[in-house]
Each structure stands twice: as structure tokens, then as C-alpha cells.
């Protein structure tokens, strides 16, 4: 299947400064690609969904300001957390979808865990 | 809007035998698509299986199946001859083709595998 990476696996970070986490497509380009957060032993929850060229959108409840999505090419999209606080920590996980496919299973990441002291 | 149940926090099952972990969901988009995915403690996401809202048989890879009741809007997954290794979060996700292709995923269910 298709591959997806994510970098950093792990950060650590002081609060009120920015992080960011990269969500890249090795071996397809990704014209969509979703922002996932999971806390402690809960459920996935869909943060934002990122489209190549244009603006994300984001899910109810979920900053812009805070949580910054850019997606400049077809096989990179970036999350950044800004003004990091404690309870921003969690595990973001990225994940793609191939461009020419309309079904299919996404691709995730391995995740990236978020400590924020 | 779409909505993903997932109605058992945990399960317990015997190594070698099937165990059927539960998922509901509920949409108003004619075409859809079900996934189940495995999280081992690791956190990385394994794909398990696909079901096309029009496919007609039930979807299959190895040992795990889906039963999907089109008309109870369910889609619970199918675990035979279970193994050690199968212990891990189990996540049930929809995806709307109408949508956005937006996935979203249940609660999970915790599976434990006694030997």
C-alpha cells in the first residue's frame, strides 16, 4: 500500500512556543489529506481536512489560529501547533488519500505525539 | 450528519476462536464507505478492511469479514481463529463520498486475546 510518513514521531515542547508536524506522501501525491487528534484511549477526532492550493477547512470547534494547516504540494501537508499550551498535548495523525482514487482505504502516518510542558 | 457507534468499550476472547466486535452508523449520503481499522499500542493505524456502501457481498481479507446489514445500517467486523497479536483498539470509520471524503471514526473497542 501506499505510504505516508510523519516527522517528528515525538516532541517535547515548552508552552507558548510553536510546533510543527510534517505529513508527507512517499510514493503518491495526495491531493487531500486529513488532520486527525486522538487523546489518551479515546477515538480519532478529524481536525481539519487539507486540500493542495487552497485553504483548509476546519471542524467545528477546532481553532485556526491555533492549529495552522498548509498543504503547498501535492505530497506535503503541515500542521502547526502555535502558542502551544498542556492541554494541546495529544497524538496528531495525518493521513492521505490518493488523488485518483474515490474509494479505498486512507493512508495514515505514524502519528506524532505532542508533550507540551 | 454521519455518526459511527461503536457499543463496546471492550471485549474479551479466547485465542482460536471468532469474536464480532460492533459497529452502527447512520447517514443520509446514498454512497458511502465502511472501514475498520487495528491500533495496536503503537498508535499507527492498520487498515483492515473495505465495504462499499453498493457492494453486494460482504467484504473479506484473510481472517477478518464484514457483515454488513445495508438495511440496519451495520457493519460489524469478524475476527476467526483469533490470535495474541490481534490485541489492540479496533476502530469502525465512514466515509461519505458527498462529503468530502471526510473519514470518521467510532469510539473503538478494546479487544483482549486470552491464551
Known amino acids: 500500500g501506499a505510504v505516508v510518513s510523519q516527522h517528528p514521531s515525538w516532541v517535547i515542547c515548552k508552552s507558548g512556543t510553536s510546533v510543527k508536524i510534517e505529513c508527507r506522501s512517499l510514493?503518491?501525491?495526495?491531493?487531500?489529506m486529513f488532520w486527525y487528534r486522538q487523546f489518551p484511549k479515546q477515538s480519532l477526532m478529524l481536525m481539519a481536512t487539507s486540500n493542495e492550493g487552497s485553504k483548509a477547512t476546519y471542524e467545528q470547534g477546532v481553532e485556526k489560529d491555533k492549529f495552522l494547516i498548509n498543504h503547498a504540494s501535492l505530497t506535503l501537508s503541515t500542521l502547526t501547533v502555535t502558542s502551544a499550551h498542556p492541554e494541546d498535548s495529544s497524538f496528531y495523525i495525518c493521513s492521505a488519500r490518493e488523488g485518483t482514487r474515490n474509494t479505498g482505504e486512507l493512508f495514515f502516518g505514524e502519528g506524532s505525539r505532542l508533550t507540551v510542558l | 450528519a454521519q455518526k459511527i457507534t461503536q457499543t463496546q468499550p471492550g471485549m474479551f476472547v479466547q485465542e482460536k476462536e471468532a469474536v464480532t466486535l460492533d459497529c452502527t452508523y447512520d447517514t443520509s449520503d446514498p454512497s458511502y464507505g465502511l472501514f475498520w481499522y487495528k491500533q495496536p499500542s503503537s498508535g499507527e493505524m492498520i487498515f483492515l478492511i473495505y465495504q462499499g456502501s453498493y457492494d453486494q457481498q460482504n467484504a473479506t481479507e484473510g481472517r477478518y469479514s464484514l457483515n454488513f446489514q445495508k438495511a440496519r445500517k451495520s457493519a460489524n467486523l469478524v475476527i476467526s481463529a483469533s490470535q495474541l497479536g490481534d490485541s489492540a483498539m479496533y476502530f469502525c470509520?465512514?466515509?461519505?463520498?458527498?462529503?468530502?471524503?471526510?473519514?470518521?471514526f467510532g469510539a473503538g473497542t478494546r479487544l483482549f486475546v486470552k491464551a
Open positions: 510514493d503518491f501525491q495526495a491531493t487531500t
Open positions: 470509520a465512514m466515509r461519505e463520498v458527498y462529503g468530502g471524503f471526510k473519514t470518521i
